[in-house]
C-alpha cells in the first residue's frame, strides 16, 4: 500500500495490527479484505452475477421467512474469538436483528445462524479450504459455500475441532436443504455461472 508524499505514514502489516491495516486497503483500495489465518486476504469488487447469487439468496431467505428474531445481512463482519487479527466478511450472514442496533462493526461468530461465501472467479482452492477451516474454528454452524465457476454448492455443517465434520456437495439446479433452526430449502437453478475469465493482455 502506498501513499503520497505528505500524507500519513505507511503501516507495516504485523501481528497485532492486521485489522487496522485491512481497514486503510479497504479504505484506499474499494477492495474487500479479510485476515484469515493471520493473513491479508483481498478480493477484487464483485462481478454482476457473484452480486446476483447473493440477491437470489437473501430474497429466497426473506420469502422462506427465517425463524423469528434473525434476519440476512450482507457487508458484515465477524472475528475469530481470542484472535487480536482474524475476522472475515462473508457474502451473506444471518444474524440476530439486535445487529442492527449494535456500534461495533465485528458480530460474534457464536451469533451467526449461517455464512455464504460465493467463490469469486480469481479465488483459488487453498484459500477457499482456509476459509471453511476458519468458520469451523469460529464455530459458525453452518457454512454455505457456491461456486459459480463450476456451478457447483456444498453445505458445511457440525464444527468441531477446527474442521466441518459434515459436507454436503450438489450442483446447480439442485436444493439446499438448511439444517434446523433455519429449516429452508434454497433453490439454486436460477444461479449464474460465470464465463471464461477474461484474457490477460
Known amino acids: 500500500m502506498s501513499v503520497s508524499p505528505g500524507a500519513r505514514p505507511r503501516l507495516s502489516p504485523r501481528p497485532g495490527n492486521l485489522r487496522e ?5 479497504e479504505e484506499e483500495t474499494g477492495l474487500r479484505v479479510q485476515v484469515v489465518g493471520g ?10 452475477k457473484h452480486a446476483g447469487v447473493v440477491k437470489q439468496l437473501r430474497r429466497q431467505l426473506a420469502s422462506a421467512a427465517l425463524p423469528e428474531g434473525l434476519d440476512s445481512y450482507e457487508v458484515s463482519s465477524i472475528a475469530l474469538p481470542d484472535d487480536p487479527d482474524d475476522y472475515v466478511t462473508p457474502d451473506l450472514i444471518v444474524l440476530p436483528r439486535e445487529w ?11 451469533d451467526a445462524a449461517l455464512a455464504v461465501e460465493v467463490i ?5 482452492s487453498r484459500e477457499i479450504r ?30 468441531d475441532s477446527g ?6 456437495a450438489g450442483k446447480f439446479g439442485e436444493s439446499v436443504c438448511l439444517p434446523q433452526p433455519l429449516g429452508i430449502e434454497i433453490a439454486t437453478d436460477g444461479f449464474p ?4 475469465p477474461p484474457e490477460r493482455v
Not at 482456509?130 to 457440525?158: M, N, Q
Not at 455461472?193 to 471464461?196: I, L, R
Open 100 to 110: 442492527e442496533e449494535d456500534d461495533d462493526w465485528l458480530a460474534d461468530p457464536e
Open 21 to 25: 491495516i485491512a481497514e486503510k486497503i
Open 193 to 196: 455461472t460465470y464465463g471464461p
Open 163 to 168: 474442521a466441518y465434520q459434515d459436507v454436503l
Open 130 to 159: 482456509d476459509k471453511a477451516d476458519w468458520y469451523a474454528v469460529a464455530r459458525v454452524p453452518v457454512l454455505l459455500v457456491i461456486d459459480p465457476r463450476k456451478g457447483t454448492w456444498a453445505l458445511h455443517t457440525r464444527p
Open 120 to 124: 469469486s472467479q480469481s479465488e483459488k
Open 39 to 48: 493473513k491479508l486476504v483481498m478480493s477484487p469488487t464483485p462481478r454482476g
